[in-house]
């Protein structure tokens, strides 16, 4: 389909008979570069397993910074993977993992701080096990080091928040960066770093270069379209997404949901004369995993509609040599998450 004009070796010790399993290793990325000169340096607030509680049950969440290794979240001694956070329910003997380190994706917002995301990476549609993830909200607060605010899920227990105030989420000049071997995570620029939505530049955790420019909309009427289905439980409903892929606004979401009161919205919802903003081309967030590149784009606020969650649209772009662009699947994972998976080449990294 093509633009038209109606567009992620620790050793647990313990005596178990008489052997030590090896666990997955992780080096934890723990600063953060914002473009194109500002650093977050969260170094202090590692290897350090924080708690959260959510409810009255006293279920609480454990979670790292910085994708360090929490323990206490592996479901006994047979489990050898790594994770990032989980939760512990009361009632239930097993952790429900969250987070993973390896599938951390960031997204800067300058001197208000900084999120930090993390995914389960496990998920079964068959039987509606959704896909858990853990957004850390780090939000700029000179007066302390760590201070939780809010701890909070969406209603389908798919997406968890946790809010943070700390002077380590205030950006500083990339001059700061200690001179250590810790690693250096670099996000794509973001809409309030650069003049323009049409750079559509991405660097990943290894610095490798991701160009989608090749996917941006040329003009102010263009966009992308999809259409979505939904059947279940005797209902069916068919509807279209109108988008683009790098963050640009579209005007036509603008015209559809209030042409008075616009919004900016870089996709939208459309239901036949209906229309409601999903995506803001400024709260945007990416990972790569293997060879598909992820790219998030999340509304500002909780819809009109009062579902407890934002809407989000999550691209999965895989690299295809030989694809300039190609939707393979459109599907509504959650109640407020939609999800197009397309073939690209613009999605493969750039080879030097």
């Known amino acids: 389909m093509s633009p038209s004009s109606y567009k992620s070796i620790i050793l647990i010790f313990g005596l178990i008979c008489t052997f030590v399993l090896p666990v997955q290793s992780y080096t934890p990325q723990c600063i953060y570069r914002e473009y194109p000169d500002k650093v977050y340096n969260f170094t202090q607030l590692t290897y350090e397993p924080f708690t959260a509680t959510i409810d009255e049950k006293n279920t609480t969440i454990l979670f790292s910074i910085c994708g360090e290794p929490v323990l206490s979240c592996n479901n006994g001694t047979e489990d ?141 009427n263009e966009y992308y379209n999809t259409t979505f289905e939904i059947r279940e439980a005797g209902l069916y409903q068919r509807f279209s997404l109108l988008y683009s892929i790098c963050p640009q606004p579209l005007k036509i979401c603008d015209k559809m949901v209030d042409i008075y009161s616009p919004t900016g919205s870089q996709a939208c919802h459309v239901f036949r004369k209906n229309a409601h903003p999903i995506g803001k081309p400024e709260l945007h967030s990416f990972s790569v995993q293997e060879w598909i590149f992820i790219l998030t784009y999340m509304s500002k606020t909780v819809d009109e509609d009062h579902t407890g969650c934002n809407y989000k649209l999550e691209l999965r772009l895989r690299c295809d040599y030989g694809t300039n662009f190609h939707i393979m699947s459109s599907k509504v994972v959650s109640q407020c998450l939609y999800q197009i998976d397309a073939n690209t080449r613009h999605a493969c990294p750039v080879r030097y």
């Open 80 to 220: 050898t993977k790594t994770y990032q956070s989980c939760l512990k329910d009361p009632g239930n003997k097993q952790n429900t993992i969250i987070g993973t380190p390896s599938t951390i994706s960031i997204s800067p917002r300058g001197s208000q701080g900084i999120i930090i995301g993390y995914k389960s990476g496990i998920s079964n549609t068959t039987s509606g096990v959704c896909e858990k993830s853990i957004n850390l909200e780090m939000i700029c607060a000179n007066y302390t080091d760590f201070m939780l605010e809010s701890a909070t899920r969406s209603q389908d227990e798919c997406e968890y928040t946790v809010k943070i105030r700390s002077r380590y989420a205030c950006p500083k000049n990339a001059s700061y960066i200690p001179s250590t071997n810790t690693p250096v995570v670099t996000p794509s620029p973001t809409s309030e770093q650069i003049p323009h939505y049409h750079d559509c530049v991405f660097y990943d955790i290894q610095n490798v270069k991701y160009n989608l420019s090749g996917l941006q909309l040329q003009g102010d």
